[in-house]
C-alpha cells in the first residue's frame, strides 16, 4: 500500500517539530463523544501567539489490538487475524 502524500507531509512536519522542540502533546475532548483524547500537536507562532495544529491522538489501552499492520507478502493488503 502508498502512503497518501499528505500523510507523509503531515509525517515530515512532525519530525522537524520534534527535531525542533515544537511538539506538544494536549488533553482535548473529541468532538463527537466528548471523551478526552490525548492529541499529538505541532506548536508555530503567529504574530506572537502559539498556534496548535493537532496530527492525532493517542490510541487508547493497547495499540497493538487497535490497528492491523500491513501483509509483508501482499502490498495491497493488510495483516487480519482469523475470526475466533
Avoid: K, Q, W
Avoid at 502524500?5 to 522542540?21: I, K, P
Amino acid at each position: 500500500m502508498a502512503i497518501p502524500d499528505h500523510a507523509s507531509t503531515n509525517f515530515d512536519t512532525l519530525l522537524r517539530a520534534a527535531a525542533d522542540g515544537n511538539l506538544a502533546l494536549m488533553e482535548c475532548l473529541d468532538a463527537v463523544t466528548r471523551e478526552p483524547r490525548y492529541v499529538l500537536c505541532a506548536v508555530g507562532r503567529t504574530d506572537g501567539e502559539y498556534v496548535f495544529t493537532p496530527f492525532g491522538h493517542l490510541a487508547d489501552g493497547n495499540p497493538y489490538d487497535a490497528y492491523l499492520p500491513p501483509d509483508p507478502d501482499d502490498p495491497t493488503g493488510l495483516l487480519v487475524s482469523p475470526a475466533t
